[in-house]
């Protein structure tokens, strides 16, 4: 049966981004639905991952002043070089002192459900279980969303936070698929490790693992691309990406993934011996990171808003270049995107003209556009022709080193957004000051605000 209602505001799908923009809008007293396909909010995202320091600097306040369910502060990257499963060099250069961090790692369904908690708590109604399968158009115009309950939902803006899994932008005609060689997949092995291991293993470091093709557990990007290992609180994530599309020919990724990781852990004696003995599988994730879709210009170029639409976080294929952070735009766009729909509305003007200003202040934003544009990651893979270590290593240096404070990487685009921060709220400083001190506080104790459960 068919079912008419009116929203000021549809948000599609309740993973990073989408609590976010539904709480602008929401917060605003806009009528705002957030739909989202599985059981949990967070459900289909991958199991964990790290935020990055900017993400919260820049979050909206109510990240900033919460208690989110954080897992680590993460104060250093180690990038181990391996020859013959032996670690024969490491680049410790990028590290941050306390009480300020790199990057927290985090659980995706906590942290989802955290984000969709405020949203619902601001005013917003939340349908899970329920997929937007189709769009209403009306002249042209996105009017609302059909979903698979056979329910025609209408309202006046339609924003998409379906991630990379997302159809409707291209219904609507505004988006392609994704070319195959901008698209990563990503290999998680979730390992349960007593919490004292994990202090003793690794503390507040991540590890990153480099070797050249021939040592076939990770190369410098074409073969293998990175390899990580993050740490939670009492659990580590390796984490092995592989490019779809390496020197012209499509490789069969999950074989590729599958051998380099069993040889990973059959021969680095990092994992053999130190790791290994201490450690429970308890399971395997496989997912696609649209991790160059920036770099290509045609996608680049492909709109992020329409008559009725705003397309935000990994929908528009706004995935960091260098890092594979989505999570950060995800958040920067999401917030923007409610922005824009509550002048819209109140504007009562939800046309493809009056939505333009999105585009314009997403690619206003000093961070969105450097990171989806930043080259270092792609270009490792120019230490492959040569088969040289030197340039691996001096290239990885760039990327998950010291590097990454060089003005052009990330301090200029995050001094610049700061001073426009600070000039908006003075006292800014002092608050992120404190933001840091409470997170890490949570991460020691386990501490997060209540979380709604789902069945
Ligand atoms: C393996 C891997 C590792 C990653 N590691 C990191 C990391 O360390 N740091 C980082 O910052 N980022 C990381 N990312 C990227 C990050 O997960 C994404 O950029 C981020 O989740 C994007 O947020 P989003 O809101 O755009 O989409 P998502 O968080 O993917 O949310 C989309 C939501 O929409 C729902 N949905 C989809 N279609 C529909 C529909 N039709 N109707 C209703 N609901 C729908 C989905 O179920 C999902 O909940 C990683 C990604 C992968 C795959």
Redesign the pocket.
Known sequence: MSMNEDYDVIV???????P?AAHKCASAGLRTLM????VT??????S?????FY?FLYAPEFIRDGNPPLERPIRQVVNNFIRDGEIYAKDTSLWIPPPLVL?Y?AY?VPL?VWLADRAVEAGTELRTR????DLVMEDGKVAG?V??KGDTIRAKVVID????????ALKAGLRKKLPTDTLEL???WDYEMAREDVEREFGNKVEFFCAMPDERIVAPLGFGSTFYI?VYRDSIHP?L?QFIVTEDKVENVARHLEDYFERFTTTVSRWRDDIAPKVTLRAK??????IYAGLDRNVREMPIHGDGMMI?????A???AA????????WF??AIAGDVAVEAVKAGDTSAGFLQRYDERVKAHNLIGASLSDTRRYDMRWALPGNDEREMRRRAHELFGRGVWRWRHITGQVVREAMQAMSRDPGGALKWLKMFNRFNRNCETGFSDTLSKYE
């Open positions: 599609v799908g309740a993973g990073f981004g989408g976010v739909l989202e396909r599985s909010p967070g459900d289909k995202v991958v964990g991952l790290a935020i990055p993400a990057t790692t995706c989802c329920t997929t937007a399968v969303v979903t698979d936070a379906a991630g990379t899994q997302d159809g409707l990503y290999m998680l993050f984490g990406g994730m496989f997912d696609v990171c649209p935000i976080g990994d929908a528009a706004m995935e960091s890092f594979g952070d989505g999570v950060p735009n995800a766009s999401a």
